[in-house]
């Protein structure tokens, strides 16, 4: 099926939460940023794959970016209740392009903070999971 505009289809990440974008690489990059911005998030770092990889390996990789993205109240939230799950922030989106398309995805907060033993991450975790489900929604 052939998508135009701005169609979508999900895609399926067992550790995330994505959506593939019938748009080019740079506009799918700027509404991703325009999303995060909507619900909170701030771009605290942002990673160039394929320049990253070009530069140290001399190799040629598709678009790739990872967007480390952060809404400061419940990251806030988050480590007042556990101080070093900062090993675990920013909480990740990537935006790249896979077959002529592009793919817009986001950790899933509650998977990635099950490795913190620690039962009082979980709620703001679920916050934060509703915020990135509801950015990639947006696309």
Do not use: H, W
């Not at 190799?59 to 007042?80: E, K, M, S």
């Amino acid at each position: 099926m052939k998508m135009s505009g701005s169609e979508s289809r999900s895609a399926v990440i067992p550790y995330g939460y994505g959506k593939t974008l019938d748009l080019p690489y740079p506009r799918a990059v700027e509404r991703a940023r325009e999303a995060l911005k909507a619900e909170g998030f701030g771009v605290l770092c942002e990673i160039d794959i394929k320049e990253k990889l070009r530069e140290k390996l001399g190799v040629d990789f598709r678009n790739y970016v990872i967007l480390g993205a952060c809404n400061p109240p419940l990251a806030y939230q988050t480590l007042q209740r556990e101080l070093n799950v900062g090993l675990l922030l920013p909480c990740n989106v990537v935006v790249y392009e896979d077959g002529g398309r592009c793919v817009v995805a986001a950790i899933d907060a509650v998977k990635m903070m099950s490795v913190v033993d620690n039962p009082e991450v979980g709620p703001t975790a679920g916050q934060v999971n509703e915020k990135l489900r509801r950015v990639i929604d947006s696309l």
